[in-house]
């Protein structure tokens, strides 16, 4: 695993994405690492209450047995599902971003109005970024 306290967000992502082939979960994984120097990922790896999933779900981020840590987009979706699109002590721009990133993956519908009304200039360039990924299509600003 990881160095949490010191490594960047960008640097949390690249390391839960060891082996992971698929656009889509890269481009979720490196939103969430870019998203507030890895806020999400943080509180995956150190908040237990958000890393082991409430309720006694299993641990969002886990090691398969090759030990490559990885994020279980099933346990987040689950989550979501349980507390209507709410993550626990999470700001607005903070539970549409990974709402956003769920959806990445095709395990949660995004309400694309929220979404553009809570989230800052800095955040819809990070979304539009990892929709440029997954979609293999150019996004220049306006």
């Known amino acids: 695993m990881t160095a949490i306290d010191t490594d960047s967000g960008p640097a949390l992502a690249e390391s839960l994405l060891h082996g992971i082939g698929n656009e889509n979960w890269q ?3 490196r939103l ?3 998203h507030r120097d890895g806020y999400w990922l943080r509180r995956f790896l150190t908040d237990e209450p958000v890393a082991s999933g409430l309720w006694g779900s299993p641990r969002v981020i886990t090691s398969a047995d090759d030990d490559s840590p990885s994020i279980d987009w ?6 979501l599902a349980a507390n209507a699109g709410h993550w626990p002590k999470a700001s607005s721009s903070e539970s549409a971003m990974l709402q956003v990133a769920a959806s990445l993956m095709g ?3 995004v309400d694309l109005l929220h979404v553009v009304h809570v989230l800052d200039d800095t955040e819809l360039r990070l979304v539009l970024r990892a929709l440029a990924e997954v979609g293999n299509v150019s996004i220049s600003p306006a």
Not at 74 to 79: D, K, L, P, T, W
């Open 27 to 29: 481009a979720a994984t």
């Open 32 to 34: 969430l690492g870019a």
């Open 74 to 79: 099933g346990v987040i979706s689950g989550q």
């Open 107 to 109: 395990k949660w519908a």
